[in-house]
């Protein structure tokens, strides 16, 4: 057990809809990141928050949003979703921006129909 | 993009038999993490190794570092059954934007290794 944890661990939803991803990180760590592992892309990054700030974004679409809250915990907003969008959807988290080890939740699998 | 690349894509071995796989990437790197993932669930973190080390072991576990060659390899020793999973290498590659930095992971493809019993 990391110590992240991810919810809801599975979602099934249709082709528009929107739906939220929600994580908590390791107590103490202040960063936190979302990627997107699919089976034709890989492992992808998609953003980072710092402590309530954005602090980098990487291959995550317009339709994708995240924020991070005051408790740390962060959410990952999918919306116009797309099947091509069905993927497992993890959150990592670490202590400072870079250069530690990053710790995985369990992952969130979307199915869009 | 995909800075790793992993090889071999898969291993198939026999238990007690040792694993290796290797991983290069293109850029410079603070640091360089392996993985693993059983069967589309969670990735385990297994070791970092910094751009100033040259080897780290863990248990079964033992991590090389080139970075003149801009390359690592993982080898687990008297694998088990149990060490069947996806092995991933990680890149972390400090970067800065607005005089902050950023540390995203860079994944490789992975390595498929299946050990018999």
């Known amino acids: 057990d990391s110590g992240v944890t991810q919810t809801p661990k599975h979602l099934i939803t249709a082709t528009g809809q929107r739906v939220t991803l929600r994580c908590s990180p390791r107590?103490?760590?202040?960063?936190v990141y979302w990627y997107q592992q699919s089976l034709d892309q890989g492992l992808q990054f998609l953003i980072q928050?710092?402590?309530?700030?954005?602090?980098a974004k990487g291959n995550i679409l317009e339709r994708f949003s995240a924020q991070q809250f005051p408790d740390l915990h962060s959410e990952l907003n999918l919306s116009s979703l797309e099947l091509g969008d069905s993927a497992l959807y993890f959150c990592?988290?670490?202590?400072?921006?870079?250069?530690?080890?990053?710790?995985f939740g369990p992952g969130t699998r979307l199915t869009v129909l | 993009s995909q800075q790793g690349e992993e090889d071999p894509q898969a291993l198939s071995i026999q238990e007690g038999e040792n694993a290796t796989m290797n991983c290069s990437y293109k850029?410079?790197?603070?640091?360089l993490q392996w993985y693993r993932q059983n069967s589309g669930r969670g990735l385990v973190h297994l070791i970092l190794?910094?751009?100033?080390?040259r080897e780290k072991h863990s248990g079964r576990l033992r991590v090389t570092l080139d970075t003149s060659k801009k390359s690592s390899s993982l080898l687990i020793t008297a694998s088990r059954a149990a060490d069947t999973a996806s092995y991933f290498c990680?890149?972390?590659?400090?970067?800065?934007?607005?005089?902050?930095?950023?540390?995203?992971?860079?994944f490789g493809q992975g390595t498929i290794l299946t050990v018999h019993p």
């Open positions: 990592a988290s670490s202590f400072r921006t870079s250069g530690d080890t990053q710790y």
């Open positions: 107590s103490g760590d202040l960063s």
């Open positions: 928050y710092y402590n309530g700030e954005e602090r």
């Open positions: 850029t410079s790197i603070n640091n």
């Open positions: 190794i910094r751009s100033n080390e």
């Open positions: 990680a890149t972390d590659a400090r970067q800065y934007a607005g005089g902050t930095s950023y540390g995203k992971l860079t």
